[in-house]
Structures are given as C-alpha cells and as structure tokens.
C-alpha cells in the first residue's frame, strides 16, 4: 500500500523515472509487482504519451503471467479517445471483453467521450443506449459529453434540452452549466448565457471561475468593459478566486478600453492574492503600454 501510494505520487507529478526506481526499490525487496502497481505507472505513461515504455510495462506484466484488469484497459481506451484514435480505442475495447472484464461507466464514459468530440454524436448515442441496456446508468460526465458537443455546434436548443433533463434527474453539475454558458458565448447570445448564471442559483448549483469568466470575456470582447468589471466584482463579493485567466481577459479588456491604469491596478491585485501573473498578463500590459504612449506622441 504504501509503495502504491508513493507510485501514485510520482506519477502524477510526471517522475516516471522516479516511480520505476522505486519499483526496482520494492522488487529487490521481495515485494513482487501487482496489478495495482502496474495500472499506475501505466497511467502515469499514458498521460505521457509514452508509447515505448507502455509496451515495455505491458510486456513484463504478460511475462509475470499478469493480465490487464478492467482499471488498465479504461486507462488504454480514454487515452487513445481523448487524442482521437478511435480505432485503437475500440480495439482495446474488443480485447478487454474477449478477455472477459466487463466495461464500466467509466470505460464507456472514455468512448463515448471520444466518438462525441470526433462529431460521431450518432453512435455515442448508441453506446449509451448499450450502457443502459447493460444496466449501467450514465453519470455527468457521460451527459456533459454530449451537450459538450452540442454546444460546440451551435445546437444550443437540443443543449438546453439535455441539461434541463438531467437537471431534473439531479445529475447537472457546475461543469454541464459552464459548457452551456460558453456555448451561449460563443454564438453571441450573452443574454441566455446571463440568465444560465442566474438559473444555476435557483437550482441549487453554485457558478466557479470559469462560469464567470466565460462571460466576463464575452463583455470584454463586445467591448462592454463596465459590465465585465460588474460581473467581476460580483465574483469577488461571493468569495470566488479568480485564476490567472479570468485576470487576463479583464486586464486585456481594460488595455483595449484604454483603461490602463485599471489594467494595472488588476495586474497589482493578482500579487495581493497570490495569483501569478503569466507571460500572457506580461505581454497585454506591454502592448496596451505601447499603445497608449502611440496615443500620446500623436496628441503632441
């Protein structure tokens, strides 16, 4: 347990070297290597897209006579989903059952995910209904998947439909309301972004960083700067932290108002709350600096 613990740590900090030394640590002490063990680093691989060291892991756990459980091959199977290699992903899936483990939630969640993402809404949807048939019910991040892809097509009507029956099923969550939100954003329909905000309350959701600054961005990109600052000091007032991107797209939306002594006051309140500028924050302020020292060579 506790050598699992320390695996888990290191590669979730991305020190697969450091996980494998302390594998050979614990085998020259007699503790022989677990499945356990073994769908961690391989986790830890696959986020690093390692390919050569994930057959080399899944090599020595067939010569150890050790097969991939149901954890090792969701792990495989969302990996490959998440950069689009479908047919890797179901490939793996056809191999994990011939082998007898049963797909979870999870593992039809990882599919689902990636057939929904490369716009194969059609049959995710047929997955689901296999889920269903399986006795297996989809939780919020099989649905977000869905209005995921929706809204990334504009389909903001059948969206909202969704998100309004699992929000009667009690399976909406902060995530799916974000997801419509920037889906509102994104085609300009801030009023139905803003009422979503508003609704998340009455349903008994509370909005994070993201669901304000997706429309903090949007008033700034209409140029709307006093809205944007309303809608931040609202954030504030309910104790929510901005992150350095919700910063970034204020700061930007002063430096294009020419508002830069408010940019800069932004930028000085990101120290005050142990926020770190990025590269980003850096290179708005310098362009919105030289923009308006432009301004006023052309006055004199």
């Known amino acids: ?52 060291r994930l057959l ?26 998440k950069v689009g290699n479908l047919r890797e992903a179901f490939g793996l899936w056809d191999i994990m059952i011939g082998e007898g483990c049963i797909p979870n939630v999870v593992t039809y969640t990882a599919l689902i995910n990636g057939l929904c993402k490369a716009g194969f809404i059609d049959k995710a949807e047929l997955l689901c209904k296999e889920m269903l048939v399986s006795n297996l019910l989809p939780n919020q991040i099989t649905y977000g998947c869905f209005i995921d892809r929706l809204a990334e097509e504009g389909n903001m009507d059948k969206a909202v439909e969704l998100h309004n029956a699992i929000v009667k099923g009690v399976l909406a969550n902060t995530v799916t309301y974000n997801i419509l ?50 809608l931040w000091d609202s954030m504030l007032n309910k104790g929510i932290m901005p992150d350095t991107l919700a910063y970034n797209f204020l700061i930007h939306g002063c430096c294009v108002a020419g508002e830069l002594n408010k940019a800069f006051e932004l930028r000085d309140d990101m120290f005050r709350r142990g ?26």
């Open 275 to 300: 926020v770190k500028p990025s590269k980003v924050t850096h290179d708005i302020l310098a362009r919105g600096n030289h923009l308006k020292n432009s301004y006023e060579n052309v006055d004199q």
């Open 56 to 81: 080399v892991l899944l090599k020595e756990m067939d010569d150890q006579g050790l097969s991939p459980d149901n954890v090792i091959y969701t792990s495989m199977i969302d990996a490959n989903s």
């Open 181 to 230: 939100i920037r889906g509102f954003c994104k085609l300009g329909r801030l009023e139905e972004a803003m009422e979503l905000l508003v609704g998340m309350a009455d349903n008994g959701f509370l909005p994070d960083c993201i669901t304000y600054s997706t429309i903090i961005y949007e008033h700034c990109r209409r140029g709307s700067l006093h809205e944007a600052i309303r």
């Open 1 to 52: 347990m506790c050598y699992s613990a320390l695996l888990h740590g290191y590669c979730k900090e991305g020190k697969i070297e450091d996980a494998l030394r302390a594998c050979r640590e614990m085998v020259a002490r007699g503790i022989d290597m677990d499945l356990v063990c073994y769908g961690i680093l391989i986790d830890g691989t696959l986020k690093q897209h390692d390919t050569r």
